[in-house]
Every structure is written in structure tokens, then in C-alpha cells.
């Protein structure tokens, strides 16, 4: 049977924020564009985003771009890319006001603006007194800004193809990504998008790890297209671990409610992060504030019948602060941890929740393929959100940049498309054997007969991957998690699906979701193996200083051999002075 | 735990039939956890989920009976054995997954966008916090599908009535201060079907996993007709 084929100016390859901001930049120049996702696009995983966006809007404290950008960089322990970073902090500022526009339901102050809390990380004046940066909808603010997107889309009349799973990028001799193969949830047919331009837009991977915060959904998808493709993934070793997620269950409690006032104990009622972060105590960075809470619990001040766990406590805010403010939490923490934070404070632990690395592009949202610092990108390839690694937050994120990252950036991303399809009108021609490379990944999972299930090998590759590659990593421990991911993607191919109907096939999809969670914890593994050093979220107590000699550069990881390159960080701003890496300290 | 579970897969299923399967309950499960549990006894097993915690509203099922989203509907909470099947009044495409094309189709007639008229000012559409309280019981709808699909009126006139989510929505802008297409919004659900086939059966709100209350919005719209109308 004839392969169906499509053609756009622009396939998009997810439909969270940054999708979904970047398609309506598109559509509203009247570009012909695709949007592809494998849920329908409110249910991609931007609508869990609870705390906010940060942009210097000043309707709370004093604040301006330039302290942002100064957190910003102090918050990625020096490894973000400056430029990147001063225009990421400088557009905020227009971003949100167009999401304003656009109709997001912001919590509000007296005056009419836009209300703004305190988050981790964030000064005012260069690391002086705690700024209120974060443009919040109560805890319900990337639900907000999704709704908000898809709502625009809709009138702008975006082409959805909801319930597509994205196989792999369509690539020619000449290295140009020229559309992608995508299946067709629903009915099991497979069809060929042709675009001029394709962004990936496919978010995080944070279901490589057992206990996490992210969807289902988040397997990397793109991520390992573009390892397949040929192409490097950058500073795969950082990965966030929010300190806040539900003990035992790893949803997420939002920074939001340390930001209102809320505070850790441990079993003594002691606020410990008085000890580890004097000044910002419990809003200090979310690597520094999660590294405090295991270090708690390992010295034996845990709470409950393990131990394990630590306290957040919330009650005294009061009942109207928490109804207002944190509606969402409370909902969340009576459902699964069966408190009312009103009442009684809320068990947390630390949960995967965020990769800092990704497809490596440059400030435009351009792939960039090279470990060449002057290298060039990848004509017509596009990557925003967390998928992609521009570098903003270098080795750790601060609360609110990253529904800011994937809104920048994917905005900014529409913008570069329409310029490039001004001047390069024209498809290029289709190369078929890199069509049936696609096909054929779809094919092998035909295979019938006896094997290892989905769920089995998934189950053994995360809790891999939660043991060898966690908050705190070491040699022996890490070089043992390298090997056994290995041998875990060896037995891949022993894996068979058991049902090989062609209608809404989940089986067929989470083993293509399998195999591209397991090509991406490679890449985090081995990555995090070889920097020999501890920065932002990558803890080695084998190596516990930052050496910003030997290693203030950006791990690049390819899939063939392993293979590791490395590049200077940018260190140079578009229009300011560069912050020097100085010891981090909140 | 006992479960009764709906199956049909139009690929090699005459007709629809339920399967029993048992699932070792542990504290604090959720009937997500047991669907997946369900699942890798039975990888054929098929139904949508994602965020696990409520704000994707991708995992909306009947059990025993009433709409909910499994992954917030705690087992201790259900009488055994446990009935789960697809939402009702929908075209199953397999096991648990409906066709909710209709229902997203009427989420779209309500020209379910903001629509400010006037220039766009340089910094944010000033807003009272008063003002936007009203939005609040109408923006958190996750679109799950829970409300209409347990809405008679809807079985009833599926392709004339609204439903209640899309009433809501409609509701939500009519609400917002900053938006300038009251009279539009207002004209396009006129008639004795689009917004007045609601009975105030209710059936919205006790199925709303997030505890809105659209027929409250759809009594709020009615009222502002009314008073336009006289």
C-alpha cells in the first residue's frame, strides 16, 4: 500500500508551550503549519506546570532583566550560555505580556497587574534581598498558559494531527531533516509529513527515572530522533531533581508554596535548610535544597515509619492564603498523601523532574550539530522547550525559567521559521531509503513469538537508571549503571510485543517509547560518567568542587560508539558585562 | 481487588464483552495503578493516560457507573468488583478509548478564545483581583470529557446541545473582563437547543473531577440573556 503523504511549510513535533507558541507565531503569518502530537495538545505535560513564569515585570518588588539574568547564570552554576540567557531574560518581559493578551487567566494584585511571588533562586540588585519574579495563575499556571495556546491555535486554524506518534526525522544525503514519519495512533497507519522546516518541540524525558514528577508521555522522543539522526544531545549529565515531590509518589508540591512561606522540617521540627543556605533558607536553588533534604534523611532525620522522608509545612499561611494561592496543592496532597496542608504538613522527597540538556541549538532555536564553537547549525532544524538545550540553564534550573524557556524560545523559533521559508520556498527532494530507514524502525516491532515484555525491561531499565544515575553519583556506581544500560538496550531486541493490532496499539507505542528512553538515559549515564566534577545539579562526592578549568564547557554526547565531544561555554552576552563564575552561595 | 473490565477490539471483536481480572490492592492505589496493572497482565489492554495527577484529563472512564478520572479515584474508595468502561455515549475505538471528536468539535463552537477589540495596551489588560475571581470555578476545566458524556440531555441531542463543557467555556469568557465579544458569544447560543436543552439534571457536577460546576455557569449565562433581554 501507497505511503499517505502530507506536505507543510512547517511540522512541529509536540503541542505543549513551546509548540503551541511557536505554531501560533506561524499561523498567524498565514505559514501552513503541521502540529503533531501523540496526546491531544492539552494533555501535553506544559499543563502540570503549577508555580509560574519569571519575568522582570516589577509589579511586586523592584526588578529588572538584568538581575534575572544574573540569577539565571548564577543559578546554572556558570555552564549557561550568557547570550542565550540575556535574551531569554530580556524577551520574558514581552512574552508574558502576550500571553497576557492572549488571554491567560493571571492571578492579580490591587492595581490591576499581574501578580508576582517570590521563588528560589531569585535577588534583587546582583544577589541582594529575595524578588518576586514569578507571573503566577494560583498554582495552576502552565494549565493556564496550555489552555491558552491551544485556545489562539484554534482560532488561528493551526492543522492538529492529534494522536500521531512522531517514528523519526526524514533526513537526505546532504544532512537537511526534511519532514518526519509519523503513525497514526488511532488506526495504526503510518504517514510521511514533508516540511520545509521542522521543529521539535517534544519536551523532557524525566520517565527514564522511576520516581518523577513528569508524564507518561515525557520519553524523550525527539531527543532520540536526533541521536538517530546522527545528531549530538548536550549536558545530558544535568538532570533536576525537585525537592518537592510527594514522598513515595513523586508528584509534584511547587517551589510556590516555599515562595508563600512555606518551610522544610525534619523529624525534630527543625528548619534545616537554615544550615545549608543561611540566607535564602529554603528558597535557595532546587539542586542545593534537594541535596539538603537526602543529606537529612541519610543522617537519620527522616520522618516516618522509614524515615525517609522530610516535612513541608504549610498550615501557617492559613486557610484563605492556601485556598487562593496553592488551591491546586491542597487538592493534590489530600488525594495522595492524604493531608490537608491546611491541617498538617505535606511528606516530600526529592523526584525527577527536569533535564537541563538536550538538542543542542543556538540563541535563534537553530540545531546547532557541531562541537566546533564557530560550527554551523543545521539548515531548516529547529528545537525549543525542554528538549532543547539553547543553554539557559547549564547545569541547573531555576523555578519559572522553564515555562519561560519553552515560551521564549518557542516564539522565538516561529519567528526564525518564517524568515527561513521567505527564502527558502521550495521542498527539497524526498530521499526514499531514508524513508524506509523510517519505516523499518516501525516494521522490527512485527516480529511475533515469545520475548521480554515492554513493562518488564522498562520497569529494570528505570530503576537502572534511579540507582546509577541519581542525586548523588559516584565512579563504581556509575560505570556499573553505564554497563548495565548497555546490556538493557542489547536486550531490546528480545523484546516482542504481545498484541500487534493496528487500532490504538499502546503496546506498539510504548515500545517505540522504550526504545527512546533507554537511548536517552545512555546519553545521561554516560555523559554524567565523564565530567569529573560536582556543578548545579551533577553531584560527585568522588569530585565534590566545581573546576571550572577543566571543565566550565558543554558535554556532547553522539550515540554512535558513545562517542563525547566537548565546547566552550558562551560566556559573552549580546549587550552587558559577562558575569565570571564566582562560588555559588544562597 | 476484583475487576470487571470493558473489552472490544474492532480488529478481531464481534461484539463487546467484559473481562474479569484481579489486582493485588496496596495502600494508597489509585484506579490508574490498577488499569496498569491490568495491563501488564493483558498488554492488549487499552486505555489513555498520562499525568497521573489529575491535570491532563486524558484518563476519564465510567466506574460502576459514574464518570471519573482514574488516576484521582482512590480504589479503597469503590465496591468490588470493580465495573470500568468506556465513557458512555461515545464510539469506543478500543477497550477504554472513545471518539471524543464530538465533543471537542463543540468545545470549538464557542469561540473558545479571548477576544479584546480594542488595542492591545503596551504592558498586561488591567484586571481587578475582584474581576478575575470570576473567573475562577471556570478556567481549571481540564477537558476530560467526564461532564457531558454523564449529561442526558446530551445523549439525547448530542449533536444540538452544547454539553456542559463547552457551556463552561463559553461561560468563562462571558465572565472575563478583558474580553469584548459579549454580544457575539450571546448570539451564538441562542435557540432551543445549544444552551437551553439543559434540564439542571446536575449530573455535570456530581461527575466534575474538578469540582466545577457548569450548570451553574449554563444558569449564569441564561440569567445574562435575560437581563439583556429585558
Known amino acids: 500500500m501507497a505511503l499517505e503523504k502530507q506536505r507543510f511549510d512547517t511540522l512541529i513535533l509536540g503541542a505543549g508551550g513551546a509548540g503551541l507558541n511557536a505554531a501560533l507565531q506561524l499561523a498567524n503569518a498565514n505559514l501552513k503549519v503541521a502540529v503533531v502530537s501523540k496526546v491531544f495538545p492539552t494533555r501535553s505535560h506544559t499543563v502540570a506546570a503549577q508555580g509560574g513564569v519569571n519575568a522582570a515585570l516589577a509589579n511586586v518588588l523592584p526588578d529588572n532583566w538584568h538581575w534575572h539574568m544574573f540569577d539565571t547564570v548564577k543559578g546554572s552554576d556558570y555552564l549557561g550560555d550568557q547570550d542565550a540567557i540575556e535574551y531569554m531574560c530580556r524577551e520574558a518581559i514581552p512574552t508574558v505580556y502576550e500571553l497576557e493578551h492572549n488571554g491567560v487567566p493571571f492571578s492579580r494584585l490591587p492595581n490591576g497587574k499581574i501578580y508576582q511571588r517570590a521563588f528560589g533562586g531569585q535577588s534583587q540588585n546582583f544577589g541582594g534581598e529575595q524578588a518576586a519574579r514569578t507571573c503566577a495563575a494560583a498554582d495552576r499556571t502552565g494549565h493556564a498558559i496550555l489552555h491558552t495556546l491551544y485556545q489562539q491555535n484554534i482560532r488561528a486554524k493551526t492543522h492538529f494531527y492529534d494522536e500521531y506518534f512522531a517514528v523519526d526525522l526524514i533526513r537526505d544525503d546532504e544532512g537537511y531533516v526534511l519532514g518526519a514519519l509519523v503513525l497514526n495512533i488511532a488506526t495504526g497507519e503510518p504517514l510521511l509529513i514533508e516540511s520545509k ?20 508521555i515525557n520519553t524523550g522522543d525527539g531527543m532520540a530522533m536526533v541521536l538517530r539522526a546522527g545528531l549530538p544531545l548536550m549536558d545530558m549529565e544535568f538532570f533536576q531533581f525537585h525537592p518537592t515531590g510527594i514522598a513515595g509518589k513523586g508528584m509534584l508540591i511547587t517551589e510556590g508554596v516555599r515562595g508563600e512561606g512555606g518551610y522544610l522540617i525534619n523529624k525534630n521540627g527543625e528548619r534545616f535548610m537554615e544550615k545549608y543556605a543561611p540566607n535564602a533558607k529554603d528558597l535557595a536553588s532546587r539542586d542545593v535544597v534537594a541535596r539538603s533534604i537526602i543529606t537529612e534523611v541519610r543522617e537519620g532525620s527522616g520522618v516516618g515509619p522509614e524515615a525517609d522522608h522530610v516535612l513541608l509545612k504549610v498550615n501557617h499561611l492559613g486557610e484563605d492564603v ?5 488551591p491546586g496543592i491542597r487538592e493534590s496532597s489530600k488525594i495522595f498523601a492524604g493531608v490537608d496542608p491546611v491541617k498538617e504538613p505535606i511528606p516530600v522527597f526529592p523526584t525527577a523532574h527536569y533535564v537541563m540538556g538536550g538538542i543542542p541549538t543556538d540563541r535563534f532555536g537553530r540545531v546547532m550539530p557541531s562541537a566546533d564553537d564557530d560550527g554551523d547549525h543545521l539548515p531548516g532544524l529547529y528545537a525549543a522547550g525542554e528538549c532543547a538545550c539553547a543553554s539557559v540553564h547549564g547545569a541547573n534550573r531555576l523555578g519559572g525559567n522553564s515555562l519561560l524557556d519553552i515560551l521564549v524560545f518557542g516564539r522565538l523559533a516561529g519567528h526564525n521559521i518564517i524568515d527561513y521559508v521567505k527564502e527558502n520556498s521550495a521542498h527539497r527532494s524526498l530521499d526514499e531509503a531514508s524513508v524506509e530507514q523510517a519505516m523499518s524502525r516501525l516494521q522490527k516491532w512485527d516480529a511475533k513469538g515469545d520475548g521480554i515484555t515492554v513493562s518488564q525491561l522498562r520497569n529494570e531499565f528505570r530503576k537502572t537508571m534511579e540507582d546509577h544515575a541519581g542525586v548523588f553519583r559516584v565512579e563504581e556506581m556509575m560505570v556499573e549503571g553505564v554497563e548495565k544500560v548497555r546490556q538493557i538496550r542489547e536486550r531490546l531486541s528480545q523484546v516482542r510485543l504481545t498484541d500487534h493490532s493496528s487500532t490504538f496499539n499502546t503496546n ?20 554524567a560518567l565523564h565530567r569529573k566534577e560536582s556543578r548545579g545539579a551533577h553531584s560527585r562526592p568522588d569530585y565534590p568542587n566545581r573546576d571550572d578549568k577543566a571543565w566550565m564547557k558543554h558535554t556532547l554526547y553522539w550515540m554512535e560508539n558513545d562517542r563525547l565531544d566537548y565546547k566552550g561555554v558562551r560566556s559573552q552576552p549580546l549587550t552587558v558585562e559577562s558575569f565570571p563564575p564566582k562560588e555559588r552561595v544562597y | 481487588m476484583k475487576f470487571s473490565v470493558y473489552r472490544y477490539n474492532p480488529e478481531s471483536d464481534s461484539e463487546p464483552y467484559m473481562q474479569a481480572f484481579e489486582v493485588e490492592q496496596r495502600q494508597g492505589m489509585m484506579l490508574r495503578d490498577a488499569l496498569l496493572a491490568i495491563q501488564a497482565q493483558d498488554e492488549s489492554f487499552t486505555f ?38 468506556p465513557f458512555p455515549g461515545r464510539p469506543v475505538i478500543r477497550d477504554l478509548v472513545v471518539d471524543m471528536s464530538q465533543f471537542y468539535a463543540q468545545f470549538k463552537q464557542v469561540d473558545p478564545w479571548l477576544i479584546h477589540k480594542d488595542p492591545m495596551p503596551e504592558q498586561e489588560i488591567l484586571q481587578s483581583p475582584e474581576e478575575r475571581d470570576q473567573l475562577d470555578g471556570l478556567y481549571e476545566c481540564i477537558m476530560c470529557g467526564c461532564c457531558s458524556t454523564s449529561c442526558p440531555s446530551f445523549w439525547w441531542n448530542p449533536d444540538k446541545f452544547l454539553g456542559p463543557q463547552a457551556l463552561l467555556t463559553a461561560c468563562r469568557f462571558l465572565a472575563d473582563s478583558r474580553d469584548q465579544a459579549k454580544e457575539e458569544r450571546l448570539d451564538k447560543l441562542e435557540g432551543p437547543y445549544k444552551l437551553f436543552r439543559c434540564h439542571t439534571i446536575m449530573n455535570c457536577v456530581e461527575s466534575c473531577p474538578k469540582d466545577l460546576n ?3 455557569a449554563i444558569g449564569h449565562i441564561k440569567a445574562i440573556m435575560l437581563k439583556d433581554a429585558i
Open chain 1, 197 to 216: 522546516t521542522t521543529l521539535l518541540a517534544t519536551g523532557g524525558c524525566g520517565q527514564v527515572f522511576r520516581t518523577t514528577s513528569n508524564a507518561h
Open chain 1, 322 to 326: 492556601i485556598a487562593k494561592r496553592l
Open chain 1, 508 to 527: 506498539r507505542t510504548e515500545a517505540l517509547e522504550l526504545e527512546n528512553l533507554i537511548d536517552v538515559g545512555l546519553s545521561i549515564a554516560v555523559s
Open chain 2, 48 to 85: 489513555r493516560h498520562s499525568c497521573g495527577e489529575g491535570v491532563c484529563g486524558s484518563d476519564g472512564v465510567n466506574v460502576n457507573g459514574s464518570n471519573k478520572l482514574a488516576c484521582i479515584t482512590a480504589l479503597a474508595d469503590l465496591k468490588e468488583p470493580v465495573e470500568v468502561r
Open chain 2, 214 to 216: 457548569p450548570t451553574k
